[in-house]
């Protein structure tokens, strides 16, 4: 170390070891800031910049060691070796200029390594070449020992500054020059004092030696041209730099239209963000500014995550916070730098959503009681844990009786007012473990963890619900219909105890309401059964299994035919004769009344066209029919195809087809009633026996049900009926039919109150077309 101080200090001369110092960090300088224009440049001008950076990096080097040579004083008569001094120069520039090409433009540590030995020895080469071209008068000898000093100290610092050249702080890259610098002059002084001098005044210089006067202003020249291309090197540097400024400005102008939060980050530090981050993240601009991102988003690396990718994050706000944040990165160049933008997309108004959904989802609106889909989900858990521990649960269906009319009658909002009462009162019916859902409409589903307390709780449900219910000052009373199946007594399996727990509720409903039911398996035959016989009748109407039966109607005092009422019969391959109260009101339930009804329409009135002109034909309707509103066109229709003159037909209803949507009724009746059809009220006396419906709809007959004609003339409460409706006929100007005469003691009766026409057993059982007609064909003859 001491022979390297003592070189420094005694051999050479200070003034120009400081321009050896100015001229290496110039060239530097140089060299760096044109090397970073050429990997900006694109194209032809790019290769001609990184030619130049390399030139100016070889002369660099070759300067600095030639001013550090003419700076060495060896007290004797010194020269330069002309080929050995230019080939110096030579190897350096094609040393340096593989070492620079092995690290342009690449981040990778082990190549940036590899060319800073490939530069260092390109360097040393350049030195030792040079110090051999070194002539001096006297014995030249080395040091090896510092020799190998020189270059075991030196390489490692030019590998060191080009891999920290390339890294990516800004701070450690501008450490590289000086570290270049000084492994420049840690090779040159430890070679410099690596070589010892013996003055021999025999020895002389040889005649091509070149003389240091010589050399030095070639030297000059060369260190003058580095000085010009550092200012070039400056000026690309100060437009690039602007250039940066520009572009980082128009990022920030444009990120802050952005309705996303933008950070915009070099090597993980926040250089700006936009205003959509600071309100999101309640921070200033200015304060985001330089501080790490995983300061404001803990635990995310920029780095680690791809383009295109999302990630999850949380973002802390100013005020702790933690906001749930989804997170985008992407590269971009600002200038001449790399810079990743992370987007923040706040998610907590996605997050509320979703967990709005989920309850949308899960939880009925209305009641906030489980829904379906919640309830089934339940449902199943309890079936599993069932099967595997044997503990039975029960499962309760209930569903309000007459909550239609409630509905209809005080309006939806007091529907749902009652439906959300109606849910707490069964709440406050079962313990804790239990489950209430809303099924939907007035369906509701409780799932009873303990079988045993099903019959208390499906009571005190029913009782709880019969207590009137005040709302909006009205007296609403309810009552419910409860259907119970037992896990695993009546199935195991959602579905299938769902079924039987609606089996009993379909049960109890049936069997008049406001009461619970257990499910037998007879239910389940009896569904069979019914769900057989729906699949025969929707076969029956495509086979057309039907025929229809008539019954005629006389004047009870001359016995003479006045029309025949249309009944229609169901001709089973089977099952034989199936009575009509038997499939009616399936083909209600199941939606092709309608379509059985036109077709026994039809074929009565087509029948009724081969009587006499004076007989009538009446046909029954379904309520249902009633509720179409085409039905009048239907009716239309059937009449002109079968040629029946309007005033012959007479369609029977009954008070139930006036009950609901009793406006769509009353239309029809009247439209029909206009077209000269007559309207008959059937059944009468067995229902509400509306006074107000026979004024309001345009009846032209009462039939009086058969239930009381049985019962006279012994019966007086019979009788009474039967005679306060024959006058309330009369004052209403309509005829009056006794249905169900089997005796002549029936007939008298009803001759004596002034009936006007009388069916039944007595005068003929319903018969088949051929039969009516020939009744009717001798009935003519008769009367002709
Ligand atoms: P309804 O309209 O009251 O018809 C009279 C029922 O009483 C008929 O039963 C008839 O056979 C029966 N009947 C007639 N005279 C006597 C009698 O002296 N004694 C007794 N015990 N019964 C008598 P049916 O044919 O079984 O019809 C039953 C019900 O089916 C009818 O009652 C009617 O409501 C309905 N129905 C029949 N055909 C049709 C139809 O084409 N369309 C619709 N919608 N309903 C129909
Ligand atoms: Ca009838
Ligand atoms: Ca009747």
Redesign the pocket.
């Known amino acids: 170390m001491q022979d390297v101080y003592s070189c420094l200090r005694e051999a050479h001369d200070q003034y120009l070891l400081a321009i050896a110092a100015i001229v290496c960090i110039v060239g530097v300088y140089a060299s760096f800031s044109i090397a970073r224009h050429a990997s900006r440049a694109e194209g032809p001008s790019r290769r001609t910049w990184a030619g130049v950076a390399i030139l100016a990096a070889g002369c660099t080097a070759w300067a600095t060691h030639m001013i550090g040579l003419l700076a060495f004083q060896p007290g004797m008569l010194s020269g330069f070796e002309p080929l050995l001094t230019a080939a110096s120069l030579l190897f350096t520039i094609i040393g340096i200029g593989i070492a620079v090409a092995t690290a342009i433009g690449r981040r990778n540590r082990l190549c940036r390594m590899a060319s800073g030995l490939l530069l260092g020895c390109s360097i040393i080469l350049l030195h030792y070449l040079g110090q051999s071209a070194f002539l001096v008068t006297g014995h030249v000898s080395w040091n090896t020992r510092l020799i190998g000093l020189s270059i075991v100290a030196s390489l490692p610092l030019f590998a060191v500054a080009m891999v920290i050249a390339g890294d990516k702080r800004r701070a450690l890259r501008r450490l590289a020059a000086p570290l270049l610098v000084i492994a420049v002059a840690v090779l040159h002084f430890a070679g410099m004092a690596a070589l010892q001098l013996e003055y021999d005044p025999r020895i002389e210089l040889p005649e091509s030696a070149i003389s240091p006067d010589v050399i030095a202003p070639i030297v000059a020249s060369v260190s003058a041209g580095l000085v010009l291309l550092a200012f070039v090197g400056l000026r690309f540097a100060l437009a690039a730099r602007a250039q940066q400024r520009r572009d980082q400005l128009r990022l920030k102008q444009l990120a802050d239209l952005a309705v996303e939060g933008l950070l915009i980050c070099e090597d993980d530090i926040i250089q700006a963000t936009n205003s959509s981050f600071s309100n999101l993240a309640g921070l200033r601009q200015e304060d985001a500014a330089g501080r790490p991102v995983t300061a404001l988003i803990p635990g995310f690396m920029a780095s680690e995550l791809d383009e295109g990718e999302e990630q999850d994050a949380s973002l802390n706000h100013a005020d702790g916070r933690s906001i749930p944040v989804r997170i985008l990165r992407k590269t971009v160049a600002v200038g001449t730098r790399q810079q990743t933008i992370i987007a923040v997309r706040d998610q907590s108004e996605r997050l509320r959503t979703e967990s709005r959904m989920h309850a949308l989802a899960y939880f009925d609106d209305l009641t906030g009681l489980s829904n379906r889909q919640r309830f089934n989900e339940i449902l199943q858990g309890c079936c599993h844990a069932t099967e595997r521990d044997g503990h039975p649960f029960a499962l309760l269906l209930l569903d309000l009786d007459r909550f239609k009319s409630v509905n209809d009658t005080l309006g939806h909002v007091t529907g749902d007012q009652l439906l959300t009462r109606v849910a707490k009162r069964i709440c406050a019916c079962v313990g804790e473990a239990d489950v209430v859902a809303r099924l939907g409409g007035d369906e509701f589903a409780v799932i009873v963890r303990d079988a045993e307390h099903a019959d208390r709780t499906a009571g005190m449900i029913a009782d709880l619900l019969e207590r009137p219910f005040l709302i909006d000052g009205s007296v609403i009373d309810v009552t419910s219909s409860i259907g119970i199946a037992v896990a695993p007594r009546d199935g195991c399996e959602p579905t299938l105890l769902s079924r039987h727990a609606d089996l009993a509720l379909y049960a109890a409903k049936h069997g008049g309401g406001a009461s619970f039911r257990h499910f037998e398996k007879e239910m389940s035959e009896r569904a069979q059964a019914r769900r057989a016989l729906e699949l025969d009748l929707r076969r029956a109407l495509a086979r057309e299994e039907f025929d ?2 008539y ?1 005629p109607q006389v004047d009870p005092g001359s016995g003479a035919y006045q029309g025949a ?5 169901w001709q089973h391959p089977i099952r034989g004769m199936v ?3 038997d499939f ?1 009101p399936l083909a209600e339930e199941i939606g092709v ?1 309608g379509a ?2 036109e077709w ?1 329409l039809r074929t009565a009135c087509l029948e009724a066209t081969a009587w006499p002109d004076h007989i009538s034909i009446a ?4 309520p249902l ?1 009633l509720r179409d509103s085409n039905f009048t066109a239907i009716v239309a229709n059937v009449l002109r195809e079968t040629g029946l003159s309007a005033s012959r037909l007479e369609l ?1 209803i ?1 008070e139930s087809a006036l009950l609901q949507d009793g406006e769509t009724a009353y239309r029809i009746l009247h439209e029909l009633r206009a077209m000269g059809i007559h309207i008959s009220m ?2 009468f006396g067995t229902g509400y026996s509306s006074l107000s419906y026979l004024r309001r709809f345009p009846f032209t007959k009462i ?1 009086i ?2 239930s009381f004609v ?1 019962q006279v003339p012994e019966d007086r409460d019979a009788v009474a009926i039967v005679q306060a409706i024959t006058s309330l006929a009369a004052k209403l100007n309509m005829t009056v039919t006794v ?4 005796t002549t003691e029936q007939r008298d009766f009803t001759i004596a109150e002034g009936c006007n026409q009388i ?4 005068i003929s ?2 018969v088949e077309r051929s039969v009516i007609r020939s009744l009717f064909s001798v009935a003519d003859k008769a009367v002709a």
Do not use: F, M, W
């Open positions: 229809v039966h019954q009422e249309a009944l229609v019969r009575a009509p109260a009616i009344i059985l009804g026994v046909v029954n309707l379904s029919q029977e009954t059937d059944d039939k049900d058969q049985r249905e169900g005469v089997e069916q039944g057993y007595l059982r319903p």
